[in-house]
Protein backbone atom coordinates (compact mmCIF):
# COMPACT_ATOMS: atom_id res chain seq x y z
CA UNK A 1 0.00 0.00 0.00
CA UNK A 2 1.35 3.45 -1.05
CA UNK A 3 2.04 5.77 2.12
CA UNK A 4 0.14 8.48 0.15
CA UNK A 5 -2.88 6.50 0.85
CA UNK A 6 -5.57 7.69 3.66
CA UNK A 7 -3.16 10.29 4.49
CA UNK A 8 -5.37 12.89 6.84
CA UNK A 9 -5.33 14.39 10.22
CA UNK A 10 -6.87 11.68 11.23
CA UNK A 11 -3.86 9.56 11.61
CA UNK A 12 -2.34 11.80 13.98
CA UNK A 13 -5.25 10.46 16.59
CA UNK A 14 -4.03 8.39 19.09
CA UNK A 15 -5.25 6.10 21.83
CA UNK A 16 -4.97 8.00 25.04
CA UNK A 17 -5.44 6.05 27.75
CA UNK A 18 -3.19 3.29 26.11
CA UNK A 19 -0.45 5.96 25.27
CA UNK A 20 -0.90 7.34 28.96
CA UNK A 21 -0.64 4.16 30.52
CA UNK A 22 2.86 3.42 28.20
CA UNK A 23 4.37 7.04 29.23
CA UNK A 24 3.71 6.81 32.63
CA UNK A 25 4.57 3.51 32.83
CA UNK A 26 8.06 4.61 31.64
CA UNK A 27 8.38 7.73 33.88
CA UNK A 28 8.42 5.50 36.79
CA UNK A 29 10.87 2.95 35.18
CA UNK A 30 13.31 6.10 34.35
CA UNK A 31 13.08 7.32 37.93
CA UNK A 32 13.51 3.79 39.64
CA UNK A 33 15.91 2.23 37.08
CA UNK A 34 18.14 5.18 35.33
CA UNK A 35 17.60 8.50 37.21
CA UNK A 36 17.52 6.82 40.76
CA UNK A 37 15.59 10.23 42.16
CA UNK A 38 12.15 10.38 43.82
CA UNK A 39 10.12 12.59 42.44
CA UNK A 40 9.66 15.15 39.69
CA UNK A 41 10.57 19.37 38.83
CA UNK A 42 9.39 21.07 35.95
CA UNK A 43 8.94 24.91 34.73
CA UNK A 44 5.35 25.69 34.15
CA UNK A 45 4.79 28.27 31.58
CA UNK A 46 0.76 27.79 31.67
CA UNK A 47 1.14 26.73 27.85
CA UNK A 48 0.04 23.01 26.86
CA UNK A 49 3.48 21.37 26.85
CA UNK A 50 4.56 22.44 30.22
CA UNK A 51 0.77 21.15 31.62
CA UNK A 52 0.61 18.06 29.94
CA UNK A 53 4.23 16.77 30.99
CA UNK A 54 2.54 18.37 35.14
CA UNK A 55 -0.51 16.14 34.95
CA UNK A 56 1.66 13.17 33.28
CA UNK A 57 3.92 12.82 35.95
CA UNK A 58 1.08 13.43 38.57
CA UNK A 59 -0.64 10.65 37.21
CA UNK A 60 2.65 8.72 37.49
CA UNK A 61 4.14 9.59 40.57
CA UNK A 62 1.30 11.54 42.32
CA UNK A 63 0.80 14.97 42.96
CA UNK A 64 3.48 14.86 46.07
CA UNK A 65 6.39 13.99 44.34
CA UNK A 66 6.25 17.11 41.40
CA UNK A 67 7.07 20.21 41.88
CA UNK A 68 6.25 23.36 39.85
CA UNK A 69 8.17 25.79 38.64
CA UNK A 70 6.43 29.50 37.67
CA UNK A 71 9.46 32.12 36.44
CA UNK A 72 7.70 34.55 34.95
CA UNK A 73 9.83 37.65 33.68
CA UNK A 74 9.56 41.59 32.30
CA UNK A 75 8.13 40.98 29.43
CA UNK A 76 5.95 37.22 30.32
CA UNK A 77 2.53 37.41 29.00
CA UNK A 78 -0.54 38.35 31.48
CA UNK A 79 -2.12 35.35 31.05
CA UNK A 80 1.27 33.28 31.61
CA UNK A 81 0.91 33.18 35.34
CA UNK A 82 -3.05 32.80 35.57
CA UNK A 83 -2.52 30.06 33.35
CA UNK A 84 0.36 28.59 34.94
CA UNK A 85 -1.70 29.06 38.51
CA UNK A 86 -4.70 27.39 37.17
CA UNK A 87 -2.60 24.14 36.60
CA UNK A 88 -0.89 24.01 40.13
CA UNK A 89 -4.26 24.17 41.52
CA UNK A 90 -5.76 21.65 39.24
CA UNK A 91 -3.16 19.10 40.16
CA UNK A 92 -2.74 20.04 43.60
CA UNK A 93 1.10 19.79 43.75
CA UNK A 94 3.35 21.71 45.45
CA UNK A 95 5.43 25.32 43.32
CA UNK A 96 7.25 27.86 43.74
CA UNK A 97 6.86 31.43 42.13
CA UNK A 98 10.23 33.25 41.12
CA UNK A 99 10.28 36.37 39.09
CA UNK A 100 13.35 35.77 37.45
CA UNK A 101 13.72 39.74 36.26
CA UNK A 102 16.15 40.54 38.60
CA UNK A 103 18.56 37.62 37.80
CA UNK A 104 18.13 38.33 34.13
CA UNK A 105 18.68 42.20 34.57
CA UNK A 106 21.78 41.54 37.02
CA UNK A 107 23.20 39.20 34.02
CA UNK A 108 22.58 42.08 31.46
CA UNK A 109 20.20 40.36 29.65
CA UNK A 110 17.58 43.49 28.76
CA UNK A 111 20.37 45.91 28.38
CA UNK A 112 22.32 43.72 25.80
CA UNK A 113 19.21 43.03 24.14
CA UNK A 114 18.42 46.53 23.63
CA UNK A 115 21.65 47.43 22.70
CA UNK A 116 21.64 44.79 20.10
CA UNK A 117 18.32 46.15 18.51
CA UNK A 118 19.79 49.87 18.54
CA UNK A 119 22.33 48.51 15.88
CA UNK A 120 19.55 48.42 13.96
CA UNK A 121 16.69 50.86 15.28
CA UNK A 122 19.16 53.49 16.90
CA UNK A 123 16.04 55.06 18.60
CA UNK A 124 14.71 52.10 20.47
CA UNK A 125 14.36 52.80 24.36
CA UNK A 126 11.64 52.44 27.14
CA UNK A 127 8.07 52.42 25.98
CA UNK A 128 9.00 50.40 22.42
CA UNK A 129 8.31 46.36 22.09
CA UNK A 130 9.90 44.19 19.67
CA UNK A 131 10.00 40.65 18.28
CA UNK A 132 11.96 38.76 15.61
CA UNK A 133 10.32 37.16 12.85
CA UNK A 134 11.44 34.80 10.15
CA UNK A 135 10.70 34.61 6.53
CA UNK A 136 8.43 31.78 5.38
CA UNK A 137 10.02 28.70 4.48
CA UNK A 138 7.69 27.97 1.82
CA UNK A 139 6.69 31.43 0.60
CA UNK A 140 9.89 32.45 -1.57
CA UNK A 141 12.85 30.49 -2.95
CA UNK A 142 15.08 32.68 -0.71
CA UNK A 143 17.14 31.59 2.53
CA UNK A 144 15.15 31.82 5.62
CA UNK A 145 16.00 35.27 7.39
CA UNK A 146 15.66 36.54 10.64
CA UNK A 147 13.96 40.54 11.28
CA UNK A 148 13.18 42.57 13.87
CA UNK A 149 9.47 43.81 14.06
CA UNK A 150 9.43 47.17 16.45
CA UNK A 151 7.02 48.92 17.96
CA UNK A 152 7.01 52.43 18.61
CA UNK A 153 4.97 53.90 21.34
CA UNK A 154 2.60 55.89 19.11
CA UNK A 155 1.63 52.23 17.67
CA UNK A 156 4.01 52.93 14.39
CA UNK A 157 5.50 49.28 13.08
CA UNK A 158 9.04 49.15 12.12
CA UNK A 159 10.06 45.53 10.41
CA UNK A 160 13.95 45.05 9.33
CA UNK A 161 16.11 41.95 8.32
CA UNK A 162 18.57 41.68 10.95
CA UNK A 163 22.75 41.26 10.23
CA UNK A 164 24.85 38.87 11.32
CA UNK A 165 25.99 41.08 14.87
CA UNK A 166 22.59 42.33 16.13
CA UNK A 167 20.90 39.07 15.45
CA UNK A 168 23.65 36.72 17.44
CA UNK A 169 23.47 39.38 20.46
CA UNK A 170 19.70 39.28 20.47
CA UNK A 171 19.51 35.36 20.36
CA UNK A 172 22.22 35.30 23.29
CA UNK A 173 20.41 37.39 25.17
CA UNK A 174 17.10 35.86 25.12
CA UNK A 175 18.82 32.72 25.57
CA UNK A 176 19.77 33.93 28.93
CA UNK A 177 15.70 33.75 30.10
CA UNK A 178 15.55 29.74 28.93
CA UNK A 179 19.33 28.90 30.48
CA UNK A 180 18.25 30.90 33.87
CA UNK A 181 15.17 29.06 34.50
CA UNK A 182 17.14 25.94 33.53
CA UNK A 183 19.19 26.52 36.40
CA UNK A 184 16.57 27.45 39.06
CA UNK A 185 14.48 23.68 38.01
CA UNK A 186 18.17 22.10 38.65
CA UNK A 187 18.66 23.65 42.17
CA UNK A 188 15.07 22.77 43.82
CA UNK A 189 16.09 19.06 41.95
CA UNK A 190 19.00 18.91 43.80
CA UNK A 191 17.91 19.76 47.36
CA UNK A 192 14.66 17.54 46.50
CA UNK A 193 16.53 14.54 45.06
CA UNK A 194 14.22 15.09 42.05
CA UNK A 195 14.90 14.63 38.05
CA UNK A 196 13.79 17.66 36.01
CA UNK A 197 11.38 16.91 32.95
CA UNK A 198 12.14 18.84 29.74
CA UNK A 199 8.65 19.55 28.26
CA UNK A 200 9.62 19.81 24.40
CA UNK A 201 6.84 17.76 21.94
CA UNK A 202 8.09 15.92 18.96
CA UNK A 203 8.02 19.46 16.53
CA UNK A 204 9.81 21.21 18.64
CA UNK A 205 12.48 18.37 19.47
CA UNK A 206 12.68 17.20 15.86
CA UNK A 207 12.84 20.90 14.32
CA UNK A 208 15.76 22.42 17.37
CA UNK A 209 13.43 24.62 19.06
CA UNK A 210 15.04 24.79 22.07
CA UNK A 211 17.72 26.68 23.64
CA UNK A 212 21.05 24.45 24.25
CA UNK A 213 21.01 23.91 28.24
CA UNK A 214 18.40 25.98 28.33
CA UNK A 215 14.60 24.38 27.91
CA UNK A 216 17.12 22.01 25.70
CA UNK A 217 18.15 20.61 28.91
CA UNK A 218 16.46 18.03 31.22
CA UNK A 219 16.50 14.28 32.62
CA UNK A 220 13.35 13.15 30.77
CA UNK A 221 11.24 14.40 27.93
CA UNK A 222 8.10 12.56 28.53
CA UNK A 223 6.29 13.81 25.38
CA UNK A 224 8.90 14.50 23.25
CA UNK A 225 7.73 11.78 20.90
CA UNK A 226 4.13 13.13 20.60
CA UNK A 227 3.36 15.92 17.79
CA UNK A 228 1.42 18.35 19.15
CA UNK A 229 -1.68 17.46 18.24
CA UNK A 230 -1.76 14.50 20.29
CA UNK A 231 -0.41 16.45 23.06
CA UNK A 232 -3.49 18.40 23.02
CA UNK A 233 -5.64 15.36 22.92
CA UNK A 234 -3.95 14.23 26.02
CA UNK A 235 -4.97 17.08 27.21
CA UNK A 236 -8.50 16.82 27.20
CA UNK A 237 -7.97 13.07 28.21
CA UNK A 238 -6.22 13.98 31.38
CA UNK A 239 -8.95 16.62 31.98
CA UNK A 240 -5.89 19.86 31.59
CA UNK A 241 -8.41 23.25 32.37
CA UNK A 242 -9.92 24.96 29.23
CA UNK A 243 -8.32 27.96 28.91
CA UNK A 244 -4.69 26.14 29.05
CA UNK A 245 -6.20 24.17 26.03
CA UNK A 246 -7.37 27.18 23.97
CA UNK A 247 -4.12 29.15 24.77
CA UNK A 248 -2.56 29.64 21.03
CA UNK A 249 1.04 28.38 21.01
CA UNK A 250 3.55 31.25 21.95
CA UNK A 251 7.01 31.36 22.59
CA UNK A 252 6.66 34.57 25.64
CA UNK A 253 9.91 35.32 25.23
CA UNK A 254 9.56 38.77 23.16
CA UNK A 255 8.00 41.99 24.45
CA UNK A 256 5.74 41.99 21.18
CA UNK A 257 3.46 38.71 21.62
CA UNK A 258 5.24 36.08 19.47
CA UNK A 259 3.60 33.22 17.96
CA UNK A 260 5.69 29.79 17.09
CA UNK A 261 4.67 30.43 13.72
CA UNK A 262 6.33 33.31 12.80
CA UNK A 263 9.34 33.07 14.73
CA UNK A 264 10.25 29.35 13.42
CA UNK A 265 7.80 27.63 12.07
CA UNK A 266 6.26 28.51 8.85
CA UNK A 267 2.84 27.08 9.52
CA UNK A 268 0.68 26.95 12.49
CA UNK A 269 1.28 23.49 14.50
CA UNK A 270 -1.58 21.78 12.98
CA UNK A 271 -0.58 22.16 9.63
CA UNK A 272 3.35 22.08 10.51
CA UNK A 273 2.51 18.54 12.68
CA UNK A 274 0.95 17.23 9.09
CA UNK A 275 4.21 17.76 7.44
CA UNK A 276 6.54 16.30 9.92
CA UNK A 277 4.18 13.43 9.84
CA UNK A 278 4.08 13.56 6.16
CA UNK A 279 7.95 13.95 6.15
CA UNK A 280 8.60 10.57 8.62
CA UNK A 281 6.36 8.00 6.57
CA UNK A 282 7.08 9.21 2.87
CA UNK A 283 3.77 10.92 1.76
CA UNK A 284 4.24 12.71 -1.35
CA UNK A 285 4.45 16.65 -1.57
CA UNK A 286 1.66 16.66 -3.67
CA UNK A 287 -0.48 14.28 -1.28
CA UNK A 288 0.39 16.77 1.62
CA UNK A 289 -0.16 20.37 -0.49
CA UNK A 290 -3.96 19.14 -1.02
CA UNK A 291 -4.46 18.37 2.47
CA UNK A 292 -3.09 21.54 3.99
CA UNK A 293 -4.20 23.63 1.19
CA UNK A 294 -0.87 25.12 -0.27
CA UNK A 295 0.89 24.24 -3.61
CA UNK A 296 3.15 20.85 -4.41
CA UNK A 297 5.93 23.11 -4.92
CA UNK A 298 5.34 24.92 -1.80
CA UNK A 299 4.85 21.48 0.28
CA UNK A 300 8.48 20.98 -1.20
CA UNK A 301 10.28 23.61 0.24
CA UNK A 302 8.45 22.69 3.65
CA UNK A 303 9.73 19.43 4.05
CA UNK A 304 13.16 20.40 2.32
CA UNK A 305 12.85 23.07 5.20
CA UNK A 306 12.38 20.27 7.68
CA UNK A 307 15.39 18.35 6.96
CA UNK A 308 17.57 22.03 6.81
CA UNK A 309 16.45 22.53 10.30
CA UNK A 310 17.61 19.41 11.32
CA UNK A 311 20.95 19.24 10.53
CA UNK A 312 21.52 23.28 11.53
CA UNK A 313 20.03 22.40 14.66
CA UNK A 314 21.65 18.67 15.31
CA UNK A 315 24.42 21.02 17.38
CA UNK A 316 21.55 21.62 19.94
CA UNK A 317 21.60 17.88 20.80
CA UNK A 318 24.82 16.94 20.50
CA UNK A 319 26.25 15.49 23.82
CA UNK A 320 30.18 16.82 25.13
CA UNK A 321 32.28 15.80 22.41
CA UNK A 322 35.67 13.94 23.43
CA UNK A 323 38.96 14.21 21.92
CA UNK A 324 39.08 10.26 22.15
CA UNK A 325 36.27 8.26 23.56
CA UNK A 326 36.57 6.96 27.25
CA UNK A 327 34.87 3.25 27.04
CA UNK A 328 34.30 3.11 30.72
CA UNK A 329 31.92 6.38 30.66
CA UNK A 330 29.75 5.07 27.84
CA UNK A 331 26.20 5.74 28.85
CA UNK B 1 38.41 38.73 -6.12
CA UNK B 2 37.29 34.97 -6.33
CA UNK B 3 40.25 33.80 -4.37
CA UNK B 4 39.14 36.77 -1.37
CA UNK B 5 36.17 35.27 -1.15
CA UNK B 6 37.20 31.61 -1.53
CA UNK B 7 40.16 32.07 1.48
CA UNK B 8 36.57 33.59 3.48
CA UNK B 9 34.94 30.52 3.42
CA UNK B 10 37.95 28.38 3.68
CA UNK B 11 38.93 29.91 6.71
CA UNK B 12 36.03 31.29 8.31
CA UNK B 13 33.79 27.41 7.89
CA UNK B 14 36.46 25.40 7.33
CA UNK B 15 38.96 26.57 9.78
CA UNK B 16 41.82 26.90 7.05
CA UNK B 17 41.24 23.13 5.69
CA UNK B 18 39.65 23.18 1.85
CA UNK B 19 38.43 19.75 1.99
CA UNK B 20 37.98 19.24 -1.56
CA UNK B 21 35.86 22.40 -1.88
CA UNK B 22 35.27 23.73 -5.04
CA UNK B 23 34.27 26.99 -6.64
CA UNK B 24 31.40 25.61 -7.48
CA UNK B 25 30.41 23.46 -4.55
CA UNK B 26 27.40 23.89 -2.80
CA UNK B 27 28.05 25.46 0.22
CA UNK B 28 24.63 24.59 1.73
CA UNK B 29 24.04 21.07 0.55
CA UNK B 30 28.05 19.96 1.65
CA UNK B 31 26.73 21.37 5.17
CA UNK B 32 29.55 23.88 4.87
CA UNK B 33 26.88 27.18 4.83
CA UNK B 34 24.10 27.12 7.45
CA UNK B 35 21.79 29.62 8.05
CA UNK B 36 23.93 31.57 10.09
CA UNK B 37 26.44 31.00 8.17
CA UNK B 38 24.58 32.81 5.09
CA UNK B 39 24.51 35.96 7.80
CA UNK B 40 28.13 35.79 7.85
CA UNK B 41 28.66 35.69 4.12
CA UNK B 42 26.46 38.78 4.05
CA UNK B 43 28.36 40.51 6.81
CA UNK B 44 31.74 39.27 4.93
CA UNK B 45 30.25 41.18 1.19
CA UNK B 46 28.93 44.54 2.74
CA UNK B 47 32.11 44.45 5.11
CA UNK B 48 34.58 44.13 2.62
CA UNK B 49 33.18 45.42 -0.81
CA UNK B 50 31.09 49.02 -1.32
CA UNK B 51 27.52 46.55 -1.61
CA UNK B 52 24.61 46.64 0.34
CA UNK B 53 22.60 43.22 -0.44
CA UNK B 54 18.69 43.39 -0.11
CA UNK B 55 16.50 40.98 1.12
CA UNK B 56 15.26 39.55 -2.36
CA UNK B 57 19.09 38.80 -3.22
CA UNK B 58 19.38 36.45 -0.39
CA UNK B 59 19.07 33.45 -3.09
CA UNK B 60 21.26 30.42 -3.37
CA UNK B 61 21.57 32.36 -6.85
CA UNK B 62 23.68 34.61 -5.55
CA UNK B 63 24.99 32.94 -2.17
CA UNK B 64 25.47 29.36 -2.45
CA UNK B 65 28.84 28.42 -4.03
CA UNK B 66 32.12 30.46 -4.19
CA UNK B 67 30.85 30.77 -8.33
CA UNK B 68 27.60 32.56 -7.49
CA UNK B 69 29.05 34.56 -4.83
CA UNK B 70 31.37 35.82 -7.37
CA UNK B 71 29.19 36.28 -10.31
CA UNK B 72 26.52 38.14 -7.86
CA UNK B 73 29.39 40.47 -6.40
CA UNK B 74 30.72 41.03 -10.13
CA UNK B 75 27.25 42.36 -11.06
CA UNK B 76 26.66 44.56 -7.56
CA UNK B 77 29.52 45.97 -8.07
CA UNK B 78 29.19 46.84 -11.71
CA UNK B 79 26.03 48.57 -10.69
CA UNK B 80 27.97 50.44 -8.44
Same mark, same amino acid.
Given at each position: ?????????E??????????E?I?????N?????????????????????SVT??????A????R???L?????H???????????????????S??????P?L????????????V????PG???GW?S???????????????H????????G??T?????????L??V????????T????E??????????????????E????????????????????????????????????P???????????????????D??????P?????????A?NH???????A???????????????????????????H????????V????? | ????????I?????????Q???D??S?? %????????? &????? #? /?L +??E???????? %????????? &????? #? /?? +???????
Amino acid at each position: MSPDAGFSPELLKIDVQRETEKITSEIRNLLRNDLKRRGIVLGLSGGIDSSVTAALSVKAIGKERVFGLEMPELHSAEETTALSSTIIRHLGIDSQRVDISPILEAAGCYRQYDEAVRRVIPGYCSGWMSKIVISSSFENEGFSVHSLVAQAPDGSITKTRLPLIPYLEIVAATNLKQRTRKMLEYYHADRLNFAVAGTPNRLEYDQGFFVKLGDGAADLKPIAHLYKSQVYQIAEYLGVPVEIRSRPPTTDTYSMPQGQDEFYFSLPYREMDLCLYAKNHGISPANLASTIGLSAEQAQRILDDIDTKRATTRYLHLRPLLMEKVPEIAY | MRDKIRLYIVDNFLFGESQGLEDSTSLL %ETGVVDSTG &ILEVV #N /FL +ETEFPIKIEDE %ELIPEHLDS &INNIY #N /FL +EGKLAAV
